[in-house]
């Protein structure tokens, strides 16, 4: 089981510094490759997907490749501090897969409404515009939730001092900021920040040995 933990441990830190790969990724695709009228405004976003869909394209790529790391980094946190809140952690876990599938159903939607204004995907005239108001509460849905579940595993953290004391704070801040949609790019941002303080404490410290657990 030591064997188990460590590696799993191992595979969370390497999926965190992946995903803070990935969110710069998507930043400099967003505003280097999309731009930021076309980000504010569904017209210049359907003209974009109709004209040169491949920034798109990548866009969704990446929040694939994101849903995938983020999937592994809530298995191994669970694991890390299952032993100390089991109830509580169980909710974090459960909350944090749910806004990976949310991202999940976010990339693969749009990937097809991307495809079919492009005129690569079949489906009747105007589907891929009808989908950008599901596209984009997936997409909210997954902010949202993932701020629950960093709200959680830091609050936590906070009380049972399983992750360093900055770490936590920092992602009770997070936390709080992913609640305000309007706030979604500089959450991104900083999610960079931890993601990457994250990683490498995972792949530092030693794996977590079972504790009294605290309900």
């Known amino acids: 089981m030591p064997t188990n933990r460590f590696i799993t441990q191992q595979a969370g830190g390497l999926a965190a510094l992946v995903q803070a790969g990935l969110a710069l990724a998507a930043l400099v695709v967003a505003f280097g490759l999309i731009g930021p009228d076309a980000l504010t405004d569904s017209a210049r976003l359907s003209a974009l997907a109709a004209t040169n869909p491949?920034?798109?394209?990548?866009?969704?790529?990446?929040?694939?490749?994101?849903?995938?790391?983020?999937?592994?980094?809530?298995?191994?946190?669970?694991?890390?501090?299952?032993?100390?809140?089991p109830d509580l952690m169980r909710w974090a876990?459960?909350?944090?897969?749910?806004?990976?599938?949310?991202?999940?159903?976010?990339?693969?939607?749009?990937l097809y409404a991307v495809a079919h204004i492009a005129g690569f995907a079949p489906g009747p005239a105007g589907l891929g515009g009808q989908l950008q108001g599901p596209i984009g509460m997936l997409g909210l849905a997954a902010i949202v939730i993932n701020g629950l579940?960093?709200?959680?595993?830091?609050?936590?953290?906070?009380?049972?001092?399983?992750?360093?004391?900055?770490?936590?704070?920092?992602?009770?801040?997070?936390?709080?900021?992913?609640?305000?949609?309007?706030?979604?790019?500089?959450?991104?941002?900083?999610?960079?920040?931890w993601l990457v303080g994250l990683g490498r404490w995972l792949l530092s410290s030693r794996p977590a040995c079972d504790l009294p657990a605290q309900g």
């Open 54 to 85: 491949a920034p798109l394209f990548i866009q969704d790529g990446l929040k694939l490749a994101s849903a995938a790391a983020a999937a592994i980094l809530v298995v191994a946190v669970f694991h890390h501090t299952r032993a100390i809140a």
């Open 93 to 110: 876990a459960a909350l944090g897969l749910l806004a990976c599938l949310c991202l999940l159903a976010n990339a693969c939607l749009s």
């Open 149 to 193: 579940w960093y709200l959680l595993v830091s609050g936590s953290a906070v009380r049972t001092n399983t992750l360093p004391r900055r770490l936590s704070y920092f992602g009770l801040v997070l936390g709080a900021l992913s609640l305000l949609p309007p706030l979604s790019i500089l959450v991104l941002l900083l999610s960079v920040a």
